[in-house]
């Protein structure tokens, strides 16, 4: 294989977040290809289930990794994805900021139903986070109210963030047309994953899904 060749590979392996394995029996050139950007060199086929393994935890890693790169996109008016996140704690506030700043999403914040509800007839989002257990106006309240000051062409995706798992509340979103369900304390890479689900990378446009 031509260094050309290799490049070549890489090149398309990297776009398909493909882990990139190369054969060479009689290890030659195992250094040049793993410094090349060849996850891992092979001399046989002998012990193919040991890669089978190992290739899944690097296809695993490589799906985190294009999951955070994609999230730092661009929408196609030139500005990041934003998202107002709707909560009562300030301490939950401050971790979903800092893992919305680590993948490059805007974020704005509502401290109650109706500052939110506020926010969203003045502002701009392509998404709502949203806290169901709030004093005063809870998220259901939020949401039954924000659908009935806005035509469905114009609802934003929703995504209720909460630590209440009933299948009431479960069923409840449902009906409501929330489009993702996380659970409290949110786990990172649940939350890159589930907004990469709202995310028409396609047509850089949120694109609403059923969880």
Known sequence: ??????????????????????????????????????????????HI????????????????????EDLSCYLKNGDKLRVL?????????HVMKSMLDEIGVESDFASSGPIALDKLGSSAYDLMVLDIQMPGMSGFDVIKSYHSQNRDEDIIPIMVV????????????????????????????????????????????PAACLA
């Open 1 to 46: 294989m031509s260094k050309n060749d290799i490049s070549d590979v890489l090149r398309n392996g990297r776009r398909a977040s493909t882990c990139m394995i190369a054969y060479d029996p009689d290890n030659s050139r195992r250094d040049e290809y793993l410094r090349s950007g060849f996850h891992m060199v092979i001399q046989s086929f002998e």
């Open 49 to 68: 289930e040991n890669v089978r393994l190992y290739a899944s935890q690097i296809l695993d890693m490589c799906s985190k990794n294009r999951l955070k």
């Open 85 to 93: 996140v709707t909560d009562d704690c300030k301490l939950n506030r």
């Open 162 to 205: 909460t630590g209440d798992a009933t299948s009431d509340i479960y069923d409840e979103c449902d009906r409501l047309g929330v489009s993702r369900f996380l659970l409290k304390p949110v786990d990172p890479d649940k939350l890159r994953y589930a907004l990469a689900s709202l995310i028409d990378f396609g047509s850089n446009k």
